[in-house]
């Protein structure tokens, strides 16, 4: 059973940063690569980022690219989220995931951590 666990979201104010982490159980952290989704209230969850199972390789969503930026420490097991400049329509509760055998498809989640970015 793979057990992830995010931390590190909270309230901010437009233009703040703040830096999320996740981390894994060590089997399953080392197998391939993690994502960052997020899902604001009424809305369908979307795809925010990817690193590869090496570290080098990372992948944004258009809203967040040059803003925010994901990386790993596969000694930690621990997948982090720094996140800058945010703007109220970052507002969402995100989730990490292990990818699965799609692309950008997750195959465990989470419980997710909320952010709130005041105007």
């Known amino acids: 059973q793979v057990q992830l666990v995010e931390s590190g979201g909270g309230l901010v104010q437009t233009g703040g940063s703040l830096t999320l982490s996740c981390t894994a159980s060590a089997r399953d952290f080392q197998s391939g690569a993690m994502l960052w989704f997020r899902q604001a209230p009424g809305k369908e969850r979307e795809f925010v980022a990817r690193?590869?199972?090496?570290?080098?390789?990372?992948y944004y969503a258009d809203s967040v690219k040059g803003r925010f930026a994901i990386s790993r420490d596969n000694v930690e097991n621990t997948v982090y989220l720094q996140m800058n400049q945010l703007k109220p329509e970052d507002t969402a509760t995100y989730y990490c995931?292990?990818?699965?055998?799609?692309?950008?498809?997750?195959?465990?989640w989470g419980q997710g951590t909320q952010v709130t970015v005041s105007p």
């Open positions: 690193i590869r199972r090496s570290g080098v390789g990372t």
């Open positions: 995931a292990a990818e699965g055998s799609t692309w950008l498809t997750a195959a465990y």
